[in-house]
Nanobody, 124 residues
Framework: QVQLVESGGGSVQTGGSLRLSCAASGRTFSSHAMGWFRQAPGKERELVAGISRSGVSTYYSDIAKGRFIISRDNAKNTVSLQMSGLKPEDTAHYYC?????????????????WGQGTQVTVSS
C-alpha cells in the first residue's frame, strides 16, 4: 500500500517555473515506478513524465521534453517534477501515481496508487 500526497502547485505566469513534490508513505516506495500525470478540464489524463524504481530510467512525453525534469529520492520517499518554461496549455491538475511494474507505464490504468493532485495554473 502506497499513499501519495502532492504539493507545490500554484499560479504562475507564462515562462515561469514550479516544482511539484510527491511524498509517499509506506515501505514499498522504491519498488514502484512513479509517474506524474495531468488532466485539464474536458481532457483525458495524460502521462507527463515517469521514472523507474531506481531512478535510472526516465520517460518524458513530448509536452515535457526539454522543459520538465522528474527525479526521485528513495531514501526520502519522494518524487519531484521540476517544471520550467510553463505555458498556459500546461494548466491542469497534476497527479502523482505509483505502479508496481518494472518498466515505466504510460497508461493511467497501469498505476495502482494515486494522490489527490495539485493544481497548476499558468496565465498569459
Amino acid at each position: 500500500q502506497v499513499q501519495l500526497v502532492e504539493s507545490g502547485g500554484g499560479s504562475v505566469q507564462t515562462g515561469g517555473s514550479l516544482r511539484l513534490s510527491c511524498a509517499a508513505s509506506g515501505r514499498t516506495f522504491s519498488s514502484h515506478a512513479m509517474g506524474w500525470f495531468r488532466q485539464a478540464p474536458g481532457k483525458e489524463r495524460e502521462l507527463v513524465a515517469g521514472i523507474s524504481r531506481s531512478g535510472v530510467s526516465t520517460y518524458y512525453s513530448d509536452i515535457a521534453k526539454g522543459r520538465f525534469i522528474i527525479s526521485r529520492d528513495n531514501a526520502k520517499n519522494t518524487v519531484s517534477l521540476q517544471m520550467s518554461g510553463l505555458k498556459p496549455e500546461d494548466t491542469a491538475h497534476y497527479y502523482c501515481a505509483a505502479s508496481p511494474r518494472v518498466t515505466i507505464p504510460t497508461m493511467p490504468n497501469r498505476y495502482d496508487y494515486w494522490g489527490q493532485g495539485t493544481q497548476v495554473t499558468v496565465s498569459s
